[in-house]
Every structure is written in C-alpha cells, then in structure tokens.
C-alpha cells in the first residue's frame, strides 16, 4: 500500500494565513453592521489602507447611468485623479468597470494602457502605480444598477505586487457584499418612508375632506397649497393636520 505524502506546512506560514483569516472575519463583521451607504464606503477605504500592502491612498468609484463619481477618497489627490480619469473616459479605474475586471499598474508614467491619464496623474498628483477593482453585485435590478470600483494609489513604482493583488481580490468580494447589504437596507428604509408618508398624507385628506365637506382633488390640493405657501414638505403639513386637525391656508375656515 502506498502511503500519501504530506508536504510540511511552515509554522509562520499557518501564522500569517490565521490572522489574515481572523482579519477578513472582523472585516466582514465590522462592514455588516453599518448601514448607511456613505458609512460604508468610508469604512471600506478606512480597512483597505490597512489590509493591503502598498496602499497610500484609496477612494471608490460609484456609476449610476453614465455619471462616474469618487466617494470616501482618503486623501484629497485621489478625487483629482479620478476626475482626470472620468473626464478622459479612460484609466485603471474606469476600465475595472467598464471591462469588469482587475487592474494594475507599476509605472503610471510610462503605462501604454493610459498614456494620456499616466502622464497627467504623475504630472499633477506624483501618483505612480495604481490598483482598481471592480466590485461585484449579484441579482441587481438592472434598471437601477449601481456599479463600483475599489481604487488604490500610491506615489511609488511597482507598489502593488501579486499580494497586494490576491488580498484585494478577496478584501473587494467582502466589501461588495457590504455594499449590496447597504443599498439594500437603504431601499427598504426609503419604502418604508413612503409608506409612511402616504399613509399620513391619505389621513390628513380624510381628516379635510370630514371636516370642509371636500372631495379628494381638493383635499389634496389644499395640501400641496399649504406645502407650497409654508415651504416645507407635503407630508410634514399632513403630519400637522392629522396630529392637530388643523390646516393654516387663507380662506379655509377652522
């Protein structure tokens, strides 16, 4: 019988893969517990500059429709390179999500990918070597489809080697999922909102339509006149009606 071989595994090498395990799972624990989009991408570019080797900088690029835009960027510059890069149409992070993939770049300068973007970031930022990653969304609704990308900087050559890589694949999958959890959270909030408001907007015109003898066109019209006249939102003036049974429009009677 033959027996099978087992290669020795290096004691540091268990180590290293232990805690890059224990960070990953503080990672994805830390990011499921945020709601707010906008808090999230801030704690995704806050984790990223910890996670992966050679990063300096990082920020995201959002689309939604054909409007590129950087949210949470760590340091001023990256929100100047990005607007070189949205303005040409071209550049390592417009790339990852037009082309759903990953790039990397060691010597921004001289890169044949992007000569205009290359000279132009390293002219006006000093930036380097880049590494942008697309984020992953499963079952979106493709009518109101928002797609990202991780976007890493530094001012060094050949900062982002095959780790830098490997662990921003696998930081991306995990901040993806933070993401989709967040837009998610963010709808049901903005439904529920809805909900509410319509609700207190058909109490407050059943409250006028009892009161003044008004069919719903005018009820709901003597709504949107108070809205108008006062300035604030139509269903903060039905919450009044229907807390107060009152409406303050000229000409009504109480």
């Not at 000279?119 to 992953?136: D, E, I, N, T």
């Not at 921003?168 to 993401?179: C, K, L, P, T």
């Not at 903005?190 to 059943?206: H, K, P, V, W």
């Not at 019209?221 to 303050?248: E, F, M, Y």
Request: overall charge negative; some cysteine; glycine content about 6%.
């Amino acid at each position: 019988m033959v027996e099978a071989q087992h290669s020795e595994v290096p004691a540091e090498a268990t180590v290293s893969a232990l805690e890059l395990a224990r960070s990953f799972a503080e990672l994805a624990q830390r990011l499921s517990s945020i709601d707010a989009e906008q808090a999230t991408f801030e704690a995704i570019v806050d984790q990223a500059l910890l996670v992966i080797p050679g990063v300096e900088a990082a920020g995201i690029t959002v689309v939604r429709g054909e409007q590129f835009r950087t949210v949470a960027p760590s340091e001023p510059y990256v929100r100047e390179v990005d607007s070189i890069q949205y303005g040409l149409r071209s550049g390592p992070c417009v790339d990852a999500i037009l082309e759903e993939t990953t790039f990397r770049t060691g010597d921004l300068e001289g890169d044949p990918r992007w000569p205009a973007f290359g000279q132009r970031a390293a002219a006006v930022a000093g930036v380097r070597s880049m590494l942008a990653l697309r984020l992953f969304f499963a079952d979106f609704d493709e009518s109101d489809r928002t797609v990202s990308s991780l976007n890493l900087y530094s001012k060094q050559r050949d900062s982002f080697d095959d780790r830098s890589v490997l662990l921003g694949s696998i930081f991306a999958a995990h901040a993806a999922v933070a993401v989709a959890g967040a837009q998610a959270q963010q709808q049901i909030d903005t439904l529920r909102q809805a909900q509410q408001s319509n609700r207190e907007i058909g109490m407050a015109m059943g409250v006028l339509m009892s009161r003044h003898g008004l069919t719903q066109d005018q009820a709901f019209a003597l709504l949107r006149t108070a809205s108008q006249h006062s300035h604030r939102k139509l269903r903060d003036i039905a919450s009044d009606v229907v807390h107060t049974g009152l409406l303050d429009v000229p000409g009504l009677a109480g």
